[in-house]
Structure formats: C-alpha cells, structure tokens
C-alpha cells in the first residue's frame, strides 16, 4: 500500500478567478506581501487591528446571544426593551468597529516590527490603495527607525498586470523581487537624510 500523501515544499500557483475584479486582485496582493514582509524580510507583525475587531464582533454576538437566552427563558413580552437596548447596542459596535477601520486603521495592511536580538529597531507600516477601476496598485510605506526616531516615507505605484497572467495566475517572484527592492531602499534612504 502506498502513501499518497506527499509533502512538497511547491505550494499550487495562487489563480484568481477574474483578472478584471480589483477586489480579488488587490486582496490577493495584500495577503502575499504581507507573508512575504513576515517571513522573508524578518519583521515580527502585529495583529492589534484584527484583534480589536475580533473583540467587538465578539461582543456583538455576545450580545445578540444573551437577549435571545433572556427571551427564551422569559418570552418576548418581557424582553421587548432589552431586544431594543442589544439590537442599538449592536449597531453601536458595528458602527465603532466601520469608524476604527475607516479613521484608524485606513487601508493599513501591515504593521511589522524588526529586531535584532531582543531589541527593537524599527517600525514598518505598508498602506496599500487600488482605486475601483484602475489597474495600478499604490504601496505607502512608513519605516521608523527607533534608535533615532526618524521617519522616511516610500510611495510607489505599479501596475498589477506585471504581477498576473491573462488566466489570473499570481506571479509571486515577481511581487517578491518588486516588495524586496522596496523595503531594501528604506534604511537606505533613512540614513541618508
């Protein structure tokens, strides 16, 4: 009897369905440069922005749970004003969680740090901005030296169908080489500053 199942370190091309949707192609582009900015190019991510979204839809079902408990042990009648205060109570945090995303976090798909040895170095925030019907995708980086607190700001544009074939398939070293350049000139020009 043989085993099928084998492990290869090849991993199945990543092909999105329709190279003309800018949604399916920038989400794409954002969930590989942000492995690539965490594996490869060493930084530590923080997850603060997905964090307190999980805790306020987690609060928000918590809410929704505990009235239809209080409800079914009591029947409606008696819970027709706690139903009103979690239904206002859930739009409030759906609201907060749509104004945290819009004001706070504001196209904001990584937020890495870099260390060497237990100290920290520097701060990197990528910002990434495709507009609804061009094909060009617009990277903001944000590097922060720590030791002295000096900022250097990267904007560049690039057009998506160098990182795509006509079927969709997601060309990976190419994005790689564009995002390595990238993040290699911004210590560089930090310091030149």
């Known amino acids: ?16 369905s ?8 920038k989400h794409t582009l954002d969930d590989e440069l942000a492995k690539y900015i965490e594996k490869e190019c060493g930084y530590s991510q923080s997850h603060q922005h997905t964090y307190l979204k999980l805790v306020l839809g987690y609060a928000s079902v918590l809410i929704a749970g505990g009235s239809f408990l ?7 009648h008696y819970d027709k004003f706690g139903a009103l205060g979690c239904v206002i109570s859930f739009w409030v945090l759906q609201a907060v969680s749509l104004l945290y995303t819009r004001f706070v976090e504001k196209n904001e798909i990584f ?6 040895g237990d100290e920290h170095t520097g701060t990197l925030s990528v910002t990434s901005i495709m507009d609804r019907y061009s094909p ?6 944000l590097y922060t030296d720590e ?10 544009t690039a057009s998506v169908a160098s990182w795509f074939t006509e079927d969709g398939t997601f060309l990976e070293s190419k994005f790689h080489q564009h995002i390595q350049s990238s993040i290699q000139t911004l210590p560089s020009r930090l310091h030149k500053d």
């Open 1 to 16: 009897m043989t085993n099928n199942n084998t492990s290869s370190t090849e991993t199945e091309p990543v092909k999105v």
């Open 18 to 25: 329709n190279v003309y949707d800018v949604t399916q192609l």
């Open 70 to 76: 209080y409800e079914r042990k009591y029947g409606f």
């Open 111 to 116: 937020v890495g740090y870099l260390y060497h």
């Open 136 to 141: 060009n995708y617009e990277l903001k980086y």
């Open 147 to 156: 030791k002295g607190r000096k900022h250097i700001r990267l904007d560049i």
